[in-house]
Structure formats: C-alpha cells, structure tokens
C-alpha cells in the first residue's frame, strides 16, 4: 500500500474502519483512519533506539532548542532549578551526533545560554560538554513570558537547513508577564514550523497553558510533579524526538461534490481537534496537519455528511492520503491512502450497527470532555455538576479499558460503582492528583483489535 520507502524513513499505511452501510435518508458517515509509520529509527528498546541513531548517517537531519524557566520560582524549593539543569543536561546527552541544537533560559525575556550568538550548535562530544559547562550559570530570577521564549526558539530553528525541528519547553509557573493574546500571537506565529513538547514541573503553573502550548504546536504535554523525575522524563522526550523521521506530514482528505466535512481528529494516542486547522489544498481536498513522524501509529476520526441517496446506490464519501510540503511548493504524496464509502441499504442490521473502532473512539473523546468539564465544574463550586460529569468519565473509563485514567479518577472522587459511573467527590484532593488528571485526560486507549 505504501510507496514512500527512502533510507531509514518510514513506510507509511492508512488502514479505514468503518460501518459503510447507511438507512435510507442516511447521510453522516463515520470513519477511523489508522495511520501507521513503520521501518524507522524507533521501533524496539530504548537501547536499540539509541544505537539506532548512534549508527553514523542515520537518522535525518534535525534541530532542536530546549527553553529552560529561569523565573525567580524556580529558586522555591532550591532543588528545583537544580533538577532543571540536570535534566537539560541529560537531554543534551541524548542529543544524536550532528544534530543542531540551542538552549535558552526563559524568564520575562528569552536568553541564549549555548551557543549564543543567535546560532544553533552541532552536537558531538565537545559541543555537548560545552553545553553542559553552560547550564551550570543558570540561576533562577525574573519573570515569565513565555511568548518570548517561543519566538527567540522559532528564530534559532529556522537558521538551520533541517527536515525536522523540534522545541522543549519546560515552565514551574503561570505565564503572568505576558497577556493571553501575546501567547497566542506567539503560538500563531510557531504553529507549522516547529513541534514542541511542553512539561509544567510542579504544580504552580496553569494546565490550560501548558497544553495549549503543546497542543497549538503538535507537541505532547505532561506534568512532572516531583522535580526529581524531570532528567528521566527530559531524556524520554528527547530519545522520542531524535526518532522522528518525516517533518510536516499532512492528513489530505478529498471529498466529492455536495459533501461537507463535519469534524476531523486525531483520537490515539491523545484526543486532539483538528477541523479548524484545515488548509486548501485544490478541488474539494483540504490538508490537516499531524506534526513529525518515526516508527509510531496513530488513529484519527473522520465524520463526513454526504447527501442522501436510494436504497442500493453507493458513493466514495472521502479519500484520506498523506503528504509533505517541499521546499519548492509542492507537496510530496507519501503514496498510502485509504476509501471512506456509503452504501444505502434497507437491511436494518446493517445500517445499525456501530463500528466497533469508531464506538471505542466516540467514546474515549467523551471521557476526555467529560474529565475536563468536571474539573471546571468542581473549581467552580458546582459539586453536583461536577459529580455527575466525573461519574460519567468513570463509567466510559472502566468501559473502554482505559485503566490510567481509571487510577488518575480514583485519586479525585471515591468509586462506589464503576459500571454505573457512581461517585462521590473526595473532600480533599491533592493538587498535583488533580492536575496530573486534567493534563493527561486526552490520553486515549487503542481499541482492541
């Protein structure tokens, strides 16, 4: 199926699940398009990944800048800053041999710590040795504007003639020298020409931030509530994004005269909404942006509304491929696509029946909305809302099998049946219990096969 065979880059496949058969007068078509990336750099253990990228010539060519908060909070406890260091430094020594990279301390204006001079280093033992020399003058004062840091980040990746450019951004706190809309204006201004992944360390920065960061940018988000898990977890992310072989792959979804697109997103491994993102890309096909890719899989949700027809008749409601932008202008077609098909029939059986993957996915985007409305609800005081919607996220939770977001829910209400989504509010809850649950509530589960 797939055609985009290049050295060490993935093979890419699009796999279609769906129930096709639609009642008379039937017109919303619901599909979940699997995506899977296979023959990269990142199949396998994590020493067979870093052998993998330590092969001389392999892996593609990448840039990478890790923005670091230096605000006056990552003196409290002291230890903070220190773990901070140290986790940039691990991930500096994850870094894959030739690829360009920077870090910049952020507080209320972003700083070039190594190399400096508004250029990228090239890693290799000495560059990486001088880096780590470096982080040891990170102190910690100021404030945060994390805008700032976001653009002096865009400025350093884009210097470099790379295929892949990535940012990691590690904040302790709330963005409070800056004013929405200039995140935002940031955040616009990023989106499309780098991913980034963003780690909230502690639990006095803001969720909604954090994964907006994140999200906005194609990136993962997460909280590191001890500060002693920032190395493993800074070394995680980077062995993932030296895995990463395609930059800028785009979902292309054609539909034909008189269809209408209701919603595209992806549902595994997170719940992420992807309709307003939409690009023109010709006649009735528009592109969705999916970010990096290596050896990895990913499940997206497509919902089509396509005009009604008799019993009997069939139509391609949508054809799903994969592209990459080139430098040119043009677009390269990764060579794999999959057919999204209605067929009216008067079998009542038929046309019932759910696709088993699109129920599973249906669901795990309800539990993701169904955590964070009820976390809204609870900070707002409104207990019975809240109680009633976190109910719900753990009756979809233990239905789906999803059990770490199971465990995260047992942490802010008491279970008193999951089948039926009976709960009490817990009295107390630990604040970093309930922000680890509010950051990772998109986390989904695969459908079992």
Known sequence: MAIFAKPNVPQFSVDVYQNEYLPEGGSEVNAIVTVTATGGGTVGSAAAVQQHLNTPGRGPSAAVVIMVDCSGSMDYPPAKMRNARDATAAAVDTLRDGVHFAVIGGTHVAKEVYPGGGRLAVADATTREQAKQALRRLSAGGGTAIGTWLRLADRLLSS?????????????????????????????????????????????????????????????????ADPAGLAADFTRMMETAMGKEVADVALRVWTPVGTTIKFVKQVAPAVEELTGRRTEAGPRAGDYPTGSWGDESRDYHLCVEVPAAGLGQEMLAARVSLVVPQPDGTVQNLGAQGLVRAVWTDDMTASTSISPQVAHYTGQAELAQAIQQGLDLRKAGDFDGATAKLGRAVQLASASGNADTAKLLAKVVDVVDAATGTVRLKAKVEEADEMTLETRSTKTVRVKK
């Open 160 to 224: 470099a003639d790379v295929a892949i450019r990535h940012g990691i951004l590690l904040t302790d706190g709330r963005n409070e020298h800056e004013s929405p809309e200039d995140l935002r204006a940031a955040l616009n201004e990023c989106a499309g020409r780098f991913t980034c992944d963003a780690r909230g360390v502690g639990t006095d920065w803001e969720v909604k931030e954090v994964t907006g960061i994140a999200s906005a940018l194609l990136g993962t988000a997460d909280i590191v």
